[in-house]
């Protein structure tokens, strides 16, 4: 069986390096080839077998263009060629009719091993986009960085992320600010962080305070007194 394929990428030399290749097997035939990606959804007929091939850099290619395709043709079988760094923003694009996902790295040896996977109704993934996706179902499964903080850690971290600083922090919970300090710097280390506006922003993105009880400095000041330390 003849495998017609159409090649899309923004970038001659890629399309060049893919049409060598395509070159060297008989059975699989270019059938064209674009530089935008506007310009597929323009057409108006697809060849039933056809294998459409987007490699990145293409510019105007984005998770849209792939849905509108898959909804337009959806016989059509895609096979994606992205670098494994811009490959997250395309995960889900498995829903949207591609058939076949390729890091760049891996594209030059997988290439028409994936066009003839593909051609034949199956899917097809790269040993290195498999590593990607082991990689992202870790990260799901994992529990967040502030899960992991002990029941005073995550006390502190509450406090600093709503402004207060250390020596507030250490009357109100009657502990030295030297020990506030080595909690911080503990749970600095376990969420990854390097500062307290890094603190802040991390807390408003996983939702533990909200915008408005952002402060920007001490909530209130200790009084002249030293309560009992620890």
């Known amino acids: 069986m003849m495998l017609n394929v159409t090649l899309a990428s923004s970038l001659l030399i890629l399309r060049e390096g893919m049409k060598a290749i395509i070159a060297e097997h008989p059975d699989i035939v270019l059938a064209g080839e674009y530089s935008r990606a506007t310009d597929l959804c323009s057409r108006t007929t697809y060849h039933k077998d056809e294998i459409l091939v987007f490699a990145e850099p293409l510019y105007d290619l984005t998770t849209d263009v792939l849905r509108h395709l898959g909804v337009k043709f959806p016989p059509l079988k895609i096979i994606l060629i992205a670098p494994a760094s811009s490959m997250g923003q395309f995960m889900d694009s498995v829903k949207s009719g591609v058939r076949g996902l390729l890091t760049s790295d891996s594209a030059a040896s997988c290439f028409p091993d ?21 990689q992202e179902s870790k990260m799901a499964a994992s529990p967040k960085g502030h899960e992991t903080l ?54 408003l993105q996983n939702g533990l305070i909200g915008s408005s009880e952002k402060m920007q400095g001490p909530v209130s000041e200790p009084p002249d007194h030293e309560p009992p330390r620890c």
Do not use: C, Q
């Open 114 to 134: 994936a066009i003839r996977t593909v051609g034949a109704g199956r899917a097809y993934v790269s040993v290195e986009m498999l590593r990607l996706f082991t």
């Open 150 to 203: 002990s029941s005073r850690e995550r006390e502190i971290f509450t406090r600093l992320a709503h402004g207060e600083n250390n020596s507030v922090i250490g009357w109100e919970l009657a502990i030295s600010s030297k020990t506030v300090s080595t909690h911080k710097t503990r749970l600095m280390e376990k969420l990854g962080l390097n500062s307290v506006p890094d603190l802040v922003k991390y807390a």
